[in-house]
Each structure stands twice: as C-alpha cells, then as structure tokens.
C-alpha cells in the first residue's frame, strides 16, 4: 500500500508497506551480513523465496563488506536481481555507522546504474537485528539516495518497501519534506 509518491529530478520515489520478496522490480535491495549466506529477518525472507540457486551464486560471492553491496540475480524472486547491500550494526553512532549506512545505499544505486536497471526495491538496511535507530536511518535512506541518483540516471522508480507503517511514516515524512525549508 503506496504512502506517498513524489518526482524528483527523472526518478519516481515511492513509500510503501509490503514484504519485498513479492516486488517485481529491477532488482530488491537485501539487508545482508558480511558472509552473504543468508540469516534471518529480510535476508531469510529473500532467501527463502528466491529458492537454493540464490545461495549458490552468493557462495561464489566471497562475502562482502560493511557498506559494500554485490548483485545476483533473483531466481525464483518476482525481482530479476537481488542486490545484497551490507550495513553497520549499531554501535551508538561513534564508529561511522551513518557513512557505512549511506554507502550501502549509494553502491546500490552505482550497481543498479552498471547493470543497466530502471527499478529498484530498498528494504531499511540496519534497522532490525543491526538495531541502527530507524527515525536516523530513513532520514540517510531517503537523503542519500536522492543525493545518488543523478549519477545514475538510468534508474527511473525507486521504492522504499518498509515492513511496518511505522518505518513508512518516517520514510514517508522525509520524502515529504525533502527540499523544503524544514527538511
Ligand atoms: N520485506 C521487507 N522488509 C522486511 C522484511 C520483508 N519480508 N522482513 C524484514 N524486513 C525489514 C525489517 O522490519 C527491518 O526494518 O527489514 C529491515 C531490516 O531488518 P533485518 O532484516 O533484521 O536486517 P538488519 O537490521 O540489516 O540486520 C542484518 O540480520 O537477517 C540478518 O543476515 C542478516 O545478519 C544480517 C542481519
């Protein structure tokens, strides 16, 4: 269920509460660990139902690190790719957990930009088992990936799937006041 909507720049921005593994997009921007081989919370639910294949492929991956992101594709996923972005744990804001937060996001868009990719699904990177606040991270979620887009102009549709209405009000009420003087 769309909460808001707003064009900026070529991009359509969107807020909605959905599980992410049923969004037939681009690609779906996984919540991961450093191994890449899977755990629980959103990560469990992507594997769950891209099938086995996606875990094969990520095993040839070789791990990933701290807001780093990998690409594979999405098997039996609505979604033709999965990109499995890895963000900080929460360690009470000292040890650069915001920029870590924001690479995930900006590599995202760096690889949907590479792999030619018009949409594209962000589950809220860090705020479950990672415990990063989740009023802070919508704030670097939404910012930094407006920030992203025009060096990645390819990528048209841009959705944050939130999984509870309370991480899509603070999505939402960045989005909405994105630009304005009380942003
Ligand atoms: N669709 C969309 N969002 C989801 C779904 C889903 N099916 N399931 C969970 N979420 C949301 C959570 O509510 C939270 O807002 O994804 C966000 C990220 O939470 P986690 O999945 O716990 O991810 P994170 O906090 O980044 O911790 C990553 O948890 O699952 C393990 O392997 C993962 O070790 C890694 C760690």
Not at 112 to 133: C, D, E, H, K, M
Request: charged fraction near 15%; glycine fraction near 10%; aromatic fraction near 4%.
């Amino acid at each position: 269920m769309t909460q808001l909507t707003r064009r900026i720049g070529g991009a359509e921005l969107e807020v909605i509460v959905a599980d992410i593994t049923t969004l037939g997009v681009d690609a779906i921007v996984n919540a991961a660990n450093s191994s890449l081989l899977g755990g629980g919370g959103v990560d469990g639910a992507i594997h769950d139902a891209a099938g086995p294949e996606l875990l094969a492929e990520c095993r040839t991956l070789g791990g990933c690190p701290t807001g780093d992101a990998k690409i594979t594709k999405g098997y039996r996923l609505p979604a033709r790719h999965v990109i499995h972005a890895v963000g900080p744990v929460w360690h009470g804001g000292s040890r650069g957990e915001a920029d870590s937060l924001r690479s995930c996001y900006r590599r995202a868009l760096e690889l949907s930009q590479a792999n030619r990719l018009n949409s594209l699904a962000f589950s809220a990177i860090s705020t479950g088992v990672y415990r990063f606040p989740a009023d802070q991270a919508a704030k670097i979620a939404v910012h930094t990936t407006i920030e992203a887009l025009p060096a990645a102009p390819l990528v048209t549709h841009v959705i944050f799937c939130c999984f509870s209405e309370t991480s899509a009000a603070l999505h939402t009420d960045v989005l909405a006041r994105y630009g304005s003087p009380c942003a």
